[in-house]
């Protein structure tokens, strides 16, 4: 196992660097199967798993210092992950004294990026800080309508005393971004353009984007490295996370969908629908000749109609931009103990406990022209069996009919409250022929609703706090490293646990109820590897084959029913996947300045069983 951290992984460096997560999927795992740690901090999203790269993106000189382990091989941070994990040590002593100034255009997601970083090193004290800026912009990306905008900050300072290494850092990357949009192949040729994008259009002359994302989220850590005895080290971390993302989107009443490429905008529409083609045909031909009159947001109608309202009525908004948005507060503490016994054992100790609260909800951005905006269930008020008692419309009887202005929070309001521990062991065993190891963990997930908003369809079981979710868990994981020389090596590692879902996946409609899945479960993961790897001073290479099951797993998808007239949220239970694969790398040294890097995969990751579906409308039951 020792012999795995000492020098970068080239299929490792291609994989994560080279193709990237948007392009290759790791081991055809999902992005939650992935673990990150900043130093010493889980920086995966308790909501739904994922890594939070955009708490420390455009700061590449302070967070290259990275190890990164594949699979089930054994970590100092604590139990990790099934698939790629990552530790990000951004101390101030551990960065390069330096002062340093880049800049660099591309075509990508921004096209300007400056940089100013400046590390003093460790000095004769034991003092040691380093900071750094960046900023990342493009007026217009590649897509149309895409502008991108994001600041970076970081700052770090240490000091070194006997036995104690305190380390205080402060990051955060303030980000806004112009999204596009995907649509099908009969937009595309309509619009003439692979780079077809439905969320912009003009307003007084210039590019607007109703789909704009922003995020702030400023993160502290204070670190204690203990250096109790000359064979025991304590490292501890304590951070906390504040702040929010949010997505902005269109929004109406009682008026014409505002997308322009709802479908029954499209000649297919009259072609199939309404079997009229010569109206198709002639649609089509007016949608080429001016794509953009067509294919794009069309402010200027949002405005009339909405001043419409106001010259025939008291200023309701037919059209206002409003926004998807969660304001995340997380706390994290890690304690990790490592134990020398001798030269060839070591013994690890640790635990991790975050608490997670997430204020969910919907806030007007923009009225529009508007007055206000009235806050109540259209979906439901087009229902025939809602229209006896006002009541069933209202998404918050505690404020019926409540006028909403900029700034003010509608459509649904709840908080998401969870909390997580885990406590790990963790034994390594290193010898001239063979190095093994084994590692355990337990834990406890719990999750818990809580209602800000009465809805008038579920008045019972809307409001205030849900019942908890508890959960415990387990994991355990070993391998072993056969030295068939100092060059030749051969190992195989194995796991085998269990997973509590994350909370997208236990409510079934967290925007308007408290209602569960029917007995929420934990998910059963089993995974294995072998490998054979040789390192030589001018070749290495790795080859290795994998597999995992993932068995009982929960998904729910949610979209709007356009039959149905409501939001639908299809609950599928008992998921099987299995994902297998092979996977190369090889390093060439040619000459002192010069390697050639190799990496393949060929993996193929599929679903063992059918799942069992179940479909809740929002607006389908009272309760």
Do not use: C
Not at 53 to 80: I, K, M, W
Not at 317 to 345: M, P
């Amino acid at each position: 196992s020792s012999v795995l951290n000492a020098a970068r992984d080239p299929f490792l460096s291609a994989a994560t660097f080279g193709w990237g997560q948007y392009f290759f999927s790791l081991r055809g795992l999902e992005s939650d199967q992935h673990v990150q740690f900043l130093n010493g901090i889980p920086m995966n999203d308790m909501e739904n798993g994922r890594v939070a790269y955009n708490t420390y993106s455009g700061l590449n000189d302070v967070f290259r210092g990275r190890t990164l382990l594949l699979g089930a091989q054994p970590l100092s941070e604590g139990f990790g992950g099934y698939g790629l994990n990552s530790s990000i040590d951004a101390s101030a002593s551990a960065q390069r004294s330096q002062t340093r100034v880049s800049y660099a255009s591309t075509n990508r997601n921004y096209r300007n990026r400056m940089m100013l970083t400046h590390s003093s090193g460790l000095n004769k004290k034991g003092w040691a800080y380093s900071f750094s800026l960046s900023r990342r912009w493009a007026n217009q990306g590649v897509v149309k309508g895409t502008f991108y905008d994001a600041l970076g900050y970081f700052a770090a300072i240490e000091k070194k005393y006997k036995k104690h290494d305190i380390s205080l850092m402060a990051v955060g990357a303030p980000l806004r971004r112009g999204k596009n949009g995907p649509a099908t192949r009969e937009v595309f040729d309509l619009a003439g353009t692979n780079f077809y994008n439905p969320y912009w259009g003009y307003q007084n002359g210039e590019i607007r984007n109703s789909r704009v994302f922003s995020t702030h989220r400023p993160m502290f850590i204070l670190s204690d490295k203990w250096q109790v005895s000359e064979n025991t080290l304590i490292n501890a971390a304590v951070s906390y996370q504040n702040g929010e993302e949010a997505t902005s989107t269109l929004d109406w009443y009682n008026a014409p969908d505002p997308r322009p490429d709802y479908y029954r905008y499209l000649p297919s529409w009259e072609e199939i629908k309404r079997e009229n083609s010569t109206i198709a045909d002639e649609l089509t031909q007016q949608i080429k000749a001016n794509p953009e009159e067509y294919l794009q947001v069309r402010w200027d109608r949002l405005y009339e109609a909405n001043a419409f309202s106001q010259r025939n009525g008291d200023g309701r908004a037919a059209y206002i931009l409003g926004a998807d948005v969660r304001q995340k507060r997380t706390i994290s503490s890690n304690i990790n103990l490592q134990h020398f016994i001798n030269d060839h054992v070591t013994l690890y100790a640790g635990g991790v406990f975050q608490n997670q609260r997430t204020q969910n909800f919907r806030r007007v951005e923009d009225l529009l022209g508007a007055n206000y905006y009235l806050n109540i269930n259209q979906f439901a008020e087009r229902e025939s069996q809602f229209q006896t008692n006002s009541n069933y419309i209202q998404l918050d009887l505690n404020n019926p009919n409540a006028r909403k202005e900029v700034g003010d929070r509608y459509g649904y309001n709840y908080d998401m409250h969870i909390q997580n521990a885990t406590f790990f062991t963790q034994a390594v065993f290193k010898y001239n022929r063979v190095d093994f190891f084994i590692a355990h963990e337990v834990g406890n997930n719990q999750i818990q609703r809580d209602g800000k908003y009465k809805s008038g369809l579920y008045p019972n079981n809307s409001f205030g706090e849900s019942d908890k979710v508890n959960l415990n868990t387990y994991r355990t994981k070993a391998g072993v490293t056969l030295k068939i020389d100092g060059r030749n090596y051969i190992y195989a590692n194995g796991a085998i646990g269990t997973r509590a879902p994350f909370a997208d996946d236990v409510f079934i409609s967290a925007r308007t109820r408290n209602q569960t899945i029917e007995r929420p479960s934990v998910e059963r993961i089993r995974s294995a590897e072998v490998g054979y790897l040789l390192r030589s001073p001018n070749f290495k290479t790795r080859i290795s084959g994998y597999v995992t099951d993932v068995k009982d797993a929960s998904d729910i998808r949610r979209y709007f029913h356009d039959d149905n007239g409501s939001f639908t949220n299809m609950v599928l239970r008992g998921i099987n996947r299995r994902s297998t694969g092979i996977e190369i790398g090889s390093e060439i040294k040619l000459s002192p300045a010069l390697s050639l890097n190799l990496a393949a995969n060929i993996g193929q990751a599929f679903y063992t069983s059918n799942a069992r579906f179940a479909q809740f409308d929002d607006n389908d039951t009272l309760q």
